[in-house]
């Protein structure tokens, strides 16, 4: 028995060894069709490969220096369980888990597309929106390739379509100048908005609670110049957020403050005036009007100390809400392309040789296939 079975086993590795045996035996007799597949997407690689536009990245990580308020054992546990709790704050906190929408806002993608700056063709300082408008960024012969071959249908669809209207306010957008109005954007800063939320990405580490800004472009000074914006931006609008109530108190504080200020000034004008009066002449009519106005003059005085208090804690607060970022890593300028040749060559060849080989086993194994499945079906 135990024979039979040893016996068992030598055929199928011995029939494993054959089937190895005419896969690599077909692929011998086909090699010419693996040849030229590979010569072909060779080709097809070397020309992406030398038409292909650099590209450069920058990444720069930030930590968020937030105001916890969870010092409880349940956020403890949720620590050691991988979350942080902190990602979640409640209240007039904002959320980190929020900053990525931040990123892919209109004002944001509008701010940053409408921002000067260095370009190789450029003599002077250009947004990447002029840039882009202007014909300088010009697409690579491999791009206009598939535009006109695989993308050709998309190209007849928006030519019957026509362009589109741009959008415009009531009015011209006349109005109360405190009347909120919706952001209107361009056909031409749509486009360039999607070019935007490619070029610009950030991922939120909920374990860390750290950011990472990586942002993409043509150019390197160009690149490093938009991280830089992006970063500032992000900080100025996650400022913006987080101290928005406190900095709208302030503001009320402050013109409570201003109001009573010049009361109590001119109170203090007239007990001074007054006093000059009751000097010579003490008369009771005199005496009760500076009565008077010291009283007016003591209360307006004792609110404007007390305004004076709640000002200084209005500022406090707002350093207080205003957070801190800690850079990690800093915005520096890239030295090598992000994208590599070799490899987009690389992979075309592999492609070709994949494809050829599969041609090649597709007619040496396919028609057993077919015959197979007839018989199946005459079962």
Not at 224 to 240: P, S
Not at 279 to 304: C, D, G, H, P
Not at 319 to 330: E, L, N, R
Request: charged share 20%; with cysteine.
């Amino acid at each position: 028995m135990e024979n039979q079975n040893s016996n068992n086993v030598a055929i199928s590795e011995q029939e494993e060894g054959l089937d190895i045996m005419v896969l690599v035996r077909s692929l011998w007799v086909g090699r010419k069709t693996v040849i030229i597949c590979t010569s072909i997407f060779f080709v097809l690689g070397l020309v992406a490969a030398l038409t292909m536009k650099r590209t450069y990245m920058v990444n720069t990580v930030m930590v968020p220096q937030l105001n916890s308020k969870s010092n409880s054992p349940l956020s403890s546990l949720a620590t050691l369980a991988g979350f942080d709790m902190g990602m979640v704050t409640g209240g007039s906190e904002l959320s980190p888990l929020v900053y990525p929408h931040i990123v892919s806002s209109v004002p944001y993608r509008l701010e940053l597309m409408h921002t000067p700056l260095h370009f190789e063709k450029c003599d002077t300082m250009i947004s990447l929106y002029n840039y882009v408008r202007d014909g300088y960024a010009k697409p690579s012969v491999f791009d206009v390739v598939l535009k006109y071959t695989i993308g050709l249908p998309g190209v007849i669809i928006n030519s019957f379509r026509g362009k589109q209207p741009e959008v415009v306010l009531p009015g011209g957008g006349s109005g109360a100048s405190n009347t909120p109005k919706p952001v209107v954007v361009s056909v031409d800063e749509q486009k360039m908005m999607e070019v935007i939320s490619k070029m610009v990405t950030l991922n939120v580490d909920k374990k860390e609670g750290y950011l990472t800004l990586t942002v993409m472009g043509s150019e390197p000074i160009q690149t490093a110049e938009l991280a830089m914006k992006a970063q500032q931006l992000l900080q100025d609008e996650i400022t913006r957020f987080r101290v928005e109530k406190s900095a709208s108190e302030l503001e009320y504080i402050q013109a409570r403050y201003d109001e009573i200020k010049r009361e109590a000034d001119s109170y203090q004008v007239m007990m001074a005036t007054a006093t000059d009066r009751t000097q010579n002449v003490a008369t009771t009519r005199a005496l009760v009007e500076k009565e008077r106005i010291q009283t007016k003059y003591s209360i307006s005085k004792a609110v404007f100390t007390e305004m004076a208090k709640q000002l200084e804690q209005a500022k406090m607060q707002v350093k207080k809400d205003t957070p801190v970022f800690a850079v990690v890593q800093p915005v520096s300028v890239p030295m090598k392309p992000a994208n590599s040749r070799a490899m987009k060559l690389f992979i075309w060849t592999f492609l070709g040789i994949m494809l050829g080989c599969g041609i090649v086993l597709g007619k040496e194994y396919w028609p057993k296939v077919k015959e197979k499945f007839q018989k199946q079906d005459e079962e």
